[in-house]
């Protein structure tokens, strides 16, 4: 996780924990797209997510645990057709004091002594990002709601399915009996 040099921190996302007592603390904040913009994310047309961020300070380290929910308005990966998809999750990190800014861990923050706040924005995108299913598919696929023409045309060009077993004029193979009998043979 490396910051380019030319990535600007948000300010919103920079907590100041020096004047914070021990224990626990929570802060809140309202993601739009206008937060994946700043990383040149452009895969989301939209963007509504509430973050919870919760720092517990101790004496000698700070835990956060990062808590979202919302939606993300994305393109279908089949259809192209836009819809919200629904996103949550948690991320918990630890941030220690030492000798030298230090990032490579990905559940570990290092940060200078003498540091009085830190800035979360990587960790609250990342955990966005990767929370986010591999394939995007509109819910309006599964329950047959979605009408599209690419829909459309995918259903006609798909291969019609025959059973493995089955060949072109409908009879079983008689090979599949003798493979079959030898699963029943333990």
Known sequence: ?????????????TIPFVGLKLGQHSFHFEI??????????????????????????????????LSFEGTVNV????????????????YHFVVKFG??????NEDLLIIPHGSYEVNIQQYVYESIVLALPTRLIHPGIEDGTLKSDILDKLEELSPKQLSESENATGEVDPRWDELKKLLTDK
């Not at 996780?1 to 996302?13: C, N, Q, V, W």
């Open 1 to 13: 996780m490396i910051i380019g040099a030319d990535m600007r921190e948000l300010k919103e996302f």
């Open 75 to 90: 393109q279908c990966d089949l259809t192209n057709e836009p819809f919200d998809q629904k996103i949550e999750g948690d």
């Open 32 to 65: 739009t797209n206008t937060f994946f913009e700043h990383f040149e994310y452009e895969e989301f047309n939209a963007a509504a997510i509430k973050l919870t961020v919760l720092l517990d300070k101790k004496s000698t380290l700070l835990e956060f645990t």
């Open 99 to 104: 000798d030298e800014f230090n990032d490579e």
